[in-house]
């Protein structure tokens, strides 16, 4: 017994939305296949404009928009946490296995003196604490700063260390260079800077409250907590094929 079999027809607009899907999903893959491993996961500073796919395609052309998006208002929903006086919780850590670890870290005589005074440790088993002092943070070598905030870093309870602000290493000037904010804002924020994962990562937001000004400030956080937004618009022509 024969079957009959009947053509669907698909709607012109569920063509155009298969389309567009198809090609947004075809660009963002590319992009992300061709960023270096170390940018993927990363938020960073995107230029403002527009760009289209290159090459004619037969869906149509892609346009990507860039919109800067940003609201210091809102977003320094963690100021709390991350302005609260420094404090260094080595968790899982004896007294010894601290004392070892930091005589490993880089430090000058003058740091090691301050840190190793196990006399102003607060010792509640099974971690240490410490309260470093901003005088021993601002001086902290880029090494140093790794190796320790590298630690600090496997737990929440140190929440700077844990979520550092990141940037990949080649974009760091760039995420500052749309704002208004000063060249030794910048060097301040750079000076603080330790690698990470291969992104230099910043974690001492709270020594800048007493080094900038308060509208220096405000244009540092916009420039931490910026967002980029992307607008995707498909460009349909007369010779597009769409069937």
């Given at each position: 017994?024969?079957?009959?079999?009947?053509?669907?027809?698909?709607?012109?607009?569920a063509?155009?939305?298969?389309?567009?899907?198809?090609?947004?999903?075809?660009?963002?893959?590319?992009?992300?296949?061709?960023?270096?491993?170390?940018?993927?996961?990363?938020?960073?500073?995107?230029?403002?404009?527009?760009?289209?796919?290159?090459?004619?395609?037969?869906?149509?052309?892609?346009?990507i928009?860039?919109i800067?998006?940003?609201?210091?208002?809102?977003?320094?929903?963690?100021?709390?946490?991350?302005?609260?006086?420094?404090?260094?919780?080595?968790?899982?850590?004896?007294?010894?296995?601290?004392?070892?670890?930091?005589?490993?870290?880089?430090?000058?005589?003058?740091?090691?003196?301050e840190?190793?005074?196990?006399?102003?440790?607060?010792?509640?088993?099974?971690?240490?604490?410490?309260?470093?002092?901003?005088?021993?943070?601002?001086?902290?070598s880029?090494?140093?700063?790794a190796?320790?905030?590298?630690?600090?870093?496997?737990?929440?309870?140190?929440?700077?260390?844990?979520?550092?602000?990141?940037?990949?290493?080649?974009?760091?000037?760039?995420?500052f260079?749309?704002?208004?904010?000063?060249?030794?804002?910048?060097?301040?924020?750079?000076?603080?800077?330790?690698?990470?994962?291969?992104?230099?990562?910043?974690?001492?937001?709270?020594?800048?409250?007493?080094?900038?000004?308060s509208?220096?400030?405000?244009?540092?956080?916009?420039?931490?907590?910026?967002?980029?937004?992307?607008?995707?618009?498909?460009?349909?022509?007369?010779?597009?094929?769409?069937?």
């Amino acid at each position: 017994m024969a079957v009959e079999r009947k053509a669907v027809s698909i709607p012109r607009f569920a063509k155009l939305t298969v389309a567009f899907c198809l090609g947004a999903a075809a660009v963002l893959l590319a992009q992300i296949a061709l960023k270096p491993p170390a940018t993927r996961t990363s938020v960073s500073q995107h230029p403002i404009g527009s760009s289209t796919t290159p090459g004619p395609k037969p869906w149509g052309d892609l346009e990507i928009t860039s919109i800067p998006f940003e609201n210091s208002e809102t977003v320094f929903l963690d100021s709390a946490v991350r302005l609260k006086p420094a404090e260094w919780v080595f968790v899982n850590t004896t007294p010894s296995q601290l004392t070892d670890f930091l005589q490993s870290a880089a430090l000058t005589d003058a740091q090691k003196r301050e840190l190793l005074a196990t006399n102003s440790w607060t010792i509640q088993p099974p971690n240490c604490v410490i309260h470093p002092s901003a005088e021993l943070r601002l001086g902290l070598s880029a090494a140093s700063r790794a190796m320790i905030y590298g630690k600090l870093g496997q737990t929440e309870s140190n929440y700077a260390q844990c979520y550092p602000y990141r940037f990949p290493p080649n974009r760091f000037e760039e995420r500052f260079a749309r704002r208004p904010i000063s060249p030794d804002t910048v060097h301040f924020v750079r000076s603080l800077c330790y690698t990470n994962d291969d992104l230099l990562s910043f974690a001492d937001l709270d020594l800048a409250t007493n080094k900038l000004s308060s509208a220096e400030f405000s244009a540092l956080i916009e420039v931490l907590y910026a967002l980029p937004t992307v607008r995707l618009r498909l460009r349909v022509g007369p010779n597009t094929d769409i069937d």
